[in-house]
């Protein structure tokens, strides 16, 4: 395209996270445009970085650069080694792999970034499953980490360790079936099998890093150190019949994750669901739930350390839908506990 500028700077790995959690974050959405593969191939070839060409306040306008933290290198795509520029603050990574359309975004003229499925196949090579896992079901949720955010970094308010921090409400920044279908084209490039495998078991909607937990626990198969609840949905909604609306007084109920076999949604109640509107809202929306023919189970932080209780409610919900529980995976206790703490370090939470 004849707008493409002569050279280019396509954030990539650990600075293309950060440029993601930011416009999530002042967007609630990620407004990016997807290139085609004509425009693409042009910005991968113009792509020769040299620190003092880089227009860092635009960088640091877009929040593609830490200026609090300016000794942090600036990840950068390139297609060949010859393109890459050794310079203080700049790290280039060289991908000669052909790459499907849409696997650079536009974020301003002359600054792209990889796209979220590349981004996931980069972030793979340097973490274990639990960690792809939990930034898969971030990036497919309708919330987004601090671009600060690292695993392993303790994310509590110290004056309430009930309250989970550290994240906002946003749009999904792609969706888990679109998600799989990039990553299936990216084969070869970063550990884009380990990206997919956790790919194929994100589910879409995760509200905070709470339910994405334990959506991530019941969900994944017992290899994996879940408890195999394939069917379930994430913030479900159920219309509610008019006996439901008259003892509830709501006309539907939004369900964190929603397991229509065993006619049982399960709850994650965070710290606000103590107070007593909460209390009211949720025992409304209990009893009519109840007049669906839903059980509602509730699971709050502190069952979301136990695997124990954890496994004891996923043995209730294979006999609701008259199904035997049947785990005989390798050292399955110890894979659940490993993928526990695994997305607890993921998000911020302290291991149990």
């Known amino acids: 395209m004849e707008g493409t500028p002569r050279h280019t700077v396509i954030v990539s790995h650990g600075s293309a996270l950060r440029a993601v959690r930011v416009a999530r974050r002042r967007y609630a959405r990620l407004p990016w445009r997807p290139l085609g593969l004509i425009e693409q191939r042009r910005v991968l070839a113009a792509c020769a970085p040299n620190r003092g060409d880089i227009d860092m306040g635009l960088l640091y306008r877009e929040g593609l650069w830490d200026f609090e933290h300016p000794e942090t290198p600036i990840e950068v795509l390139v297609t060949h080694r010859n393109q890459t520029r050794h310079r203080p603050g700049l ?30 196949a980069q972030y793979a090579r340097s973490h274990d499953f639990p960690e792809v896992v939990a930034l898969a079901f971030e990036l497919c949720g309708t919330f987004s980490l601090k671009e600060s955010h690292v695993p392993g970094e303790i994310c509590f308010d110290p004056s309430d360790h009930e309250r989970e921090s550290g994240y906002f409400e946003s749009d999904p920044a792609i969706h888990a079936k679109e998600l799989g279908r990039q990553l299936e084209g990216l084969a070869g490039i970063g550990n884009a099998k380990l990206a997919l495998r956790a790919a194929r078991h994100t589910l879409d909607g995760a509200r905070s890093p709470g339910e994405a937990i334990m959506a991530s626990l019941f969900h994944l198969p017992f290899a994996a150190g879940g408890f195999a609840i394939r069917a379930m949905r994430l913030n479900h909604k159920v219309p509610f019949s008019r006996e439901a609306r008259a003892i509830s007084g709501m006309p539907y109920a939004v369900c964190d994750a929603y397991v229509p076999e065993s006619h049982t949604t399960l709850e994650y109640n965070g710290a606000y669901h103590d107070l007593s509107s909460s209390r009211i809202h949720d025992e409304r929306r209990t009893a009519g739930l109840k007049a669906m023919g839903i059980t509602t189970d509730a699971l709050n932080r502190i069952q979301l350390a136990d695997i124990d209780a954890l496994e004891a409610e996923a043995i209730q919900l294979y006999r609701r839908a008259g199904a035997r529980y049947q785990n005989r995976a390798h050292a399955h206790r110890v894979k659940q506990v490993e993928l526990l703490n695994g997305l607890r370090r993921a998000f911020g939470w302290p291991e149990c």
């Open 91 to 120: 790290r280039c990574h060289v991908c000669s792999s052909a790459l499907p359309a849409g696997s650079i975004l536009e974020i301003a003229p002359g600054i792209y970034s990889v796209s979220p499925a590349l981004m996931l």
